[in-house]
């Protein structure tokens, strides 16, 4: 039954008990509000409430209300299946209320009624509210400065929805809206801005009384207005038109708009210091303002690059930002996010691949000048302006400015480093670039050297000269000097690559990187973390005569007492161990020492990020080093302690995870020692319905495979592990490839015991898979039933019959003519139902005679027109030349097995049958000997090594194809008499030739 305005009055009741302290009054409410969800009207009944004069001071009930009414449209607007959804007359009706509701003076609630407009928007509009934008310009025109601030919200929030679309026709929509409103937009922003500044000025001159805090209140709105404005025009400049990189047409809204934004800038810096005293809210919109006008003109530049190319343009922007950061007023100075956003501008000019000159040459067509010869022409026009921006003196200055100023460690960072060195490393080294101001410095000081590596290689070697001069390693106070040569080596650390060609690693290090570790006074922490940073950075560097003194460094820097040096020095450690040149033999004898720095550094971190970077070094260790065995046992309490002490850190984790499965393959076979910490972990990880399952299965997953490919021989634990399988491929394919390797592992390992055990699920998971993956996943799963039918021939193939008479069906389909993939799935499939044929003759008859396999022939359109295995023939005669030599055996075996059916359909194919017979008794079969005569077994898997026995031990590879021709040959002439005869006599001269010498007959 409908809801109508007679039920208003329990609504409100409702709605007022669902936010009730007591239990037993909220509970029954918010289930009476759940049930009603549904019902038609329900949420025009929300939108009377929240709309309704008689209640604008009940602001909590209202606001439950607009909870409500989101929620509710969220889940009912759109019809579902298992729901009516809302009615197009009650749509109607909500939609009229909305926009008849534009005054509303709680934000929280005006805030979300635009969200709700803006979901709407998405939905219906141009089609069933073609009207939405024109209303709301019209009751732009006489609104006073609430009503169009929330407008602007609506304005805004729809816009940012709208602009998501993707369809031509909607951005088509969105062009047509942003012609509709830019121009207004714009102009009152224009206005704003002054009715803005006019009221600064009047603060800062004037004292404080009620009128003047009256119209605080009503400049502070309009500044809200403002601020909403200018994220609708970036949004309309970004999403109206499609980006000049592309059509390279010039955006004119670009040009027009970019320069008043930085006016804008420019007179709105002033009142940072100013305000900062005097008002902490205008204050808070100052900051905001300045940094949200600059995050725009940076989305516009990157958005349409060439029109904010333009000379007036790009000149202003870069000199303006460039001035701040080289010489800040004392205010601005203070003024870090500021800052921020001025390198990020030139970061984003500097390495804008548009402004880069192009190499292609000038291509003329029919239409005179191509699409590349504009773009390359605006590169070129931009790139002089950059060259008239930066001269050789302003990018040195730029260069001395970031290293000297920017990079140095203030008061404040060092005071957060004795208070907890940990946080200081991660917020320094692995903080996102554009938060910080050093991080952000140090981004704009690579892309500026990378750019002028010629200029500025000499210039960093000069300032690092004279810090290490004016600073030698005997200096333990924390001096300028000492933080100028800290900054110096961090510049030198960060363009390793460009500066080894004006800076000798080896001089560097043996003249004064590693004299820099002989003092150990506490205040040279500063100094030993910058020297570990290098020794990363460096690692390409390096050369063979260093490398031990290197090693050797970072392991005394991996016991340094400050934890933030520890960490910066596992990680350059890590780099090193994993470089592909990595020295094994200069680092063997610091193994001992190295594990026990890394067992004390985990014990003594309490930061997630450190406890995850240590585990990386020591799976990194386990990866590459040799010697692991002597210290299974430590390794073993270091994984269980930190697996105990990760419950609900799934990231830490999948480390742990990576590192077990390195320590297995490290370990060989010698992995049975750790599956008390192991299997339990393992258990955990590759059940789905663990709560980390998403997290954790792939990682799992891998771990579990390596387990098995490792393992000297199957235990119970591994054994009752197979069940898991038939839920993670019932769940989804995504780890097929995987899972493919797992359950040949199983067969391989685990025998007859495992199939006596899991029968049940090895069919199920065959069923699931054959039929329901693509090519490729069929390509990685019939080696595994190959190997299967090979190893039990009686037992497997009536196991799997659901799973045969699919192959079957795909043997039979036509497609693979053109088709490489499909050919290859034919081909394999082919290849065991020939191998059953051999192996299990009577059960591959019996198959192929089945009713149920004619019933599903027919429902997959395959016609058959005789007998089922005679088609099979049909297909092995086909594909003998799409398999590999011992395929090519098998299938020559399994046609050597038609000959002694009682069929006389046999002997019309006799001729084909005896050509490719004879064809692989002639071409010899070669496909095994690499892999049995391969040396270095003592390094192998276990599970390869028992994979070559098995393939040496198939009995295919017993058998001699050219006796068994021979022998069924004969069954042939007695089954079939005389008409054997005169069909050999009908073979041509040479092939019969050919058949004898294959057959050594006389």
Known sequence: MALSASDLPAMYSLLANSMSGDEGVRRPAEAALSQS?????????????????????????????????KNSINRYWRSRRNSPGISNEEKLYLRQKLLSHLREENYQIAELLAVLVSKIARIDYPREWPEL?????QQLQSADVLTSHRIFMILFR??????????????????????????????????????????????????????????????????????????????LIISGFQS????????????????????????????????????????????????????????????????????????????????????????????????????????CVLECKEYKPSIMGRVMDETGVTHEQMKKNASTRVGCILISLLPRERIVLLCNILVRRYFVLTSSDLEEWYQNPESFHHEQDMIQWTEKLRPCAEALYMVLFEKYSQLLGPVVVSILQESMNSCPPTVTEITPALLLKDAAYAAAAYVYYELSNYLNFRDWFNSALSLELSNDHPNRRIIHRKVALILGHWVSEIKDDTKRSVYCSLIRLLQDN???????????????????????????????????????????????????????????????????????????QFFQKVWEESSGESLLQIQLLIALRNFVVALGYQSPCCYSLLLP?????????????????????????????YAPMMVPQLLACFPYMVDIIERSFDHL????????????????????????????????????????????????????????????????????????????????????????????????????????????????????????????????????????????????????????????LALSVILTLRMPQVLDKLDQILSVCTSVILGGNDDLTEDARSQGEETLPSKELRMRQIKVSDPINQMSLENSVRENLQTCSALHGEAFNSTINRMHPSALAQVKQALKLP
């Open 37 to 69: 969800e549904s019902r038609p009207g329900f949420c025009s009944c929300l939108m009377e409430v929240i709309t309704s004069k008689d209640l604008v001071s009940h602001v909590d009930v209202r606001l439950m209300a607009s909870v409500y009414l």
């Open 133 to 137: 934008f024109s209303v709301l310009a």
């Open 158 to 235: 729809s816009l940012k929805e709208l602009s998501t679309k993707r369809l031509t026709a909607d951005q088509r929509n969105f062009a047509e809206i942003s012609s509709k409103f830019f121009d207004f937009c714009w102009h009152l922003w224009q206005t704003d801005v002054q009715t803005i500044l006019h009221g600064f000025s009047t603060m800062t001159q004037s004292c404080d009384s009620n009128g003047g805090r009256q119209h605080h209140d009503e400049l502070f709105l309009t500044c809200e207005r403002w601020f909403l404005c200018l994220k609708i025009v970036r949004q």
């Open 244 to 347: 000049d990189a592309k059509c390279i047409q010039e955006i004119q809204p670009v040009k027009e708009v970019s320069p008043v934004l930085l006016k804008a800038v420019q007179s709105f810096l002033p009142y940072y210091s100013s305000f900062q005293n005097q008002d902490p809210k205008f204050w808070e919109f100052m900051k905001k303002s300045c940094i949200k006008l600059m995050k725009v003109l940076i989305a516009i530049q990157n958005r349409h690059p060439y029109s904010f190319g333009d000379k007036p343009v790009l000149s202003e922007v870069m000199d303006f930002c460039l001035n701040k950061i080289t010489d800040p007023e004392p205010g601005v100075l203070s003024f870090e996010e500021f800052l921020i956003q001025c390198m990020v501008m030139v970061k």
């Open 562 to 636: 400050d934890l933030a040096v520890k960490l910066a020095a596992s990680r350059s450690l890590c780099l090193h161990v994993e470089d592909s040149n990595f020295s094994e033999g200069d680092f063997s004898d610091l193994l001992p020492v190295c594990w026990e720095s890394c067992f004390h550094l985990v014990e003594e971190v309490q930061e997630f990020d450190s406890k995850v970077q240590v585990l990386n070094l020591i799976s990194t260790l386990i990866e590459h080093v040799n010697e692991v065995s002597p210290y299974a046992h430590k390794l073993v």
């Open 681 to 709: 972990i393992l258990h955990k990880g590759i059940d789905v319905n663990s709560p980390d399952e998403l997290n954790l299965l792939e990682d799992s997953m891998a771990l579990w495979e390596a387990t098995l490919s």
């Open 737 to 892: 490839q995987v899972a493919v390797s797992i359950m040949e592992s199983y067969i391989i390992l685990g025998g007859g015991e495992f199939l006596n055990m899991h029968a049940s699920s090895v069919a199920k998971i065959l069923d699931l898979i054959v039929g329901n993956v693509n090519d490729k996943g069929l390509l990685s799963v019939l080696p595994v039933i190959d190997i299967l039918v090979q190893c039990f021939p009686v037992d497997v193939p009536p196991l799997i019959s659901s799973c045969l008479q699919k192959l079957v069906i795909i043997c039979l389909s036509g497609g693979d003519d053109r088709d490489p993939s499909k050919t290859a799935v034919k081909a394999s499939s082919a290849a065991i139902l020939a191998r059953i044929l051999i192996m299990n003759t009577s059960y591959l008859a019996q198959l192929t005679s089945e009713p149920s396999l004619s019933v599903l022939l027919q429902q997959a359109g395959v016609p058959i027109e005789e007998n089922i295995l005679l088609c099979l023939v049909d297909i092995w005669l086909d594909k003998v030349d799409h398999v590999s030599p011992m395929q090519k055996k098998t299938f020559g």
